[in-house]
């Protein structure tokens, strides 16, 4: 019954590889996200979807594209990995309804880029 | 656009001892103001939250109080344990067009000393 859930949980790859990471919420929530956590614990929100709709789009190399197949999905595909990608990511959702609701994270996806 | 700033870690401290976590925001409007924990290994989680001036957030004996006057959320308990350890993180979330924009600050590690 884990209401936001990543896969994979770990992720190691070589420099050059494309490789994607899932996001699924069952919370009913219209909103998800995607950040990036550096290795000073610095979170960098990177894309917001609502109702599938991109609502958010940081200066993010376009490498990095953002689908989503339904309101409870958010995927996140990246192309020709770096070094400076090696990251956890996370995954988040929220009601729109109120500016008070809060956003519930998933447990991240650590990637390694070798 | 919106900001918050919270104080640079690691706070060291005792356990039993008082913690105060200074944040301070800047928003365009009357943003909600939120505190989220994140334990090694894992996802942010919500911590407590405040909606409008002079409203007090209190969950497992943190607490904050939103003070607009001073643009403030600090994060204060009495005595903290060593399973308190964790990176704390504030956030506001303010209605920006029709959607709901998060903004976090860097993070304040803590670290609890049996």
């Known amino acids: 019954d884990t209401a936001v859930s990543q896969t994979p949980k770990y992720l190691v790859t070589q420099m050059g590889n494309d490789k994607s990471i899932k996001c699924e919420q069952n919370?009913?929530?219209?909103?998800m996200y995607w950040y990036k956590q550096d290795s000073k614990k610095f979170l960098k929100i990177m894309f917001s979807?609502?109702?599938?709709?991109?609502?958010i789009n940081e200066t993010v190399p376009n490498r990095f594209s953002p689908k989503s197949p339904d309101k409870a999905h958010l995927n996140l595909h990246i192309n020709s990995l770096e070094l400076g990608d090696s990251a956890v990511y996370f995954c988040a959702s929220k009601s729109s309804t109120r500016t008070y609701n809060e956003q519930f994270f998933g447990p991240g996806t650590r990637l390694t880029v070798l | 656009g919106d900001s918050v700033t919270q104080m640079e870690g690691p706070v060291t401290l005792s356990e039993e001892a008082f913690l105060t976590i200074n944040c301070t925001y800047t928003a365009t409007g009357y943003p909600s103001l939120f505190w989220y924990v994140q334990y090694p290994g894992e996802g942010l989680q919500l911590l407590l939250k405040?909606?409008?001036?002079?409203d007090k957030g209190s969950n497992k004996g943190f607490e904050a109080t939103y003070r607009k006057e001073t643009t403030s959320f600090h994060l204060e308990k009495g005595s903290v344990q060593v399973s308190d350890s964790a990176v704390y993180f504030c956030?506001?979330?303010?209605?920006?067009?029709?959607?709901?924009?998060?903004?976090f600050g860097r993070g304040t590690s803590l670290i609890v000393h049996p």
């Open positions: 919370l009913g929530h219209d909103t």
């Open positions: 405040a909606t409008k001036a002079d």
């Open positions: 979807y609502n109702n599938k709709e991109l609502i």
């Open positions: 956030a506001l979330s303010e209605r920006s067009g029709g959607s709901y924009i998060p903004t």
